[in-house]
């Protein structure tokens, strides 16, 4: 199973930015596509989640400026980032919890794309 995140970059304070992972590789089904951050000197967080099936939910410092969503034909996830501030500057880390095993019955958590960074300028 591999991760391929792309869409980092530096950005102005105010702007946009949209953050792209592609999910590949064998497994039974997906549970949940997520993305987290971590900047420099803070411990990882989950920015946003999409469980399959199931609704969006976001860190509350992202509300109402950060968007997820999936195209579940091509396994890939999106972080749409609007009104960004300073504060969002981290590497991003796409997620996925899948479903694994002939009959999908082992659920894991721990599969990581390689991290972006989002650098966003005052």
């Known amino acids: 199973v591999q991760l391929q995140a792309s869409g980092g970059g530096l950005v102005q304070a105010g702007g946009s930015l949209r953050l792209s992972c592609a999910l590949s590789?064998?497994?039974?089904?997906?549970?949940?596509m997520n993305w987290y951050r971590q900047a420099p000197g803070k411990e990882r967080e989950l920015v946003a989640g999409?469980?399959?099936?199931?609704?969006?939910n976001y860190a509350d410092s992202v509300k109402e400026r950060f968007t997820i969503s999936r195209d579940n034909a091509k396994k890939t996830v999106y972080l749409q980032m609007n009104r960004v501030r300073p504060e969002d500057t981290a590497v991003y880390y796409c997620?996925?919890?899948?479903?694994?095993?002939?009959?999908?019955?082992?659920?894991?958590?721990?599969?990581w794309g390689q991290g972006t960074q989002v650098t966003v300028s005052s």
């Open positions: 997620n996925a919890r899948l479903r694994t095993g002939v009959l999908g019955q082992t659920v894991r958590d721990d599969y």
């Open positions: 999409m469980p399959t099936g199931g609704s969006a």
């Open positions: 590789g064998s497994f039974f089904s997906i549970a949940a």
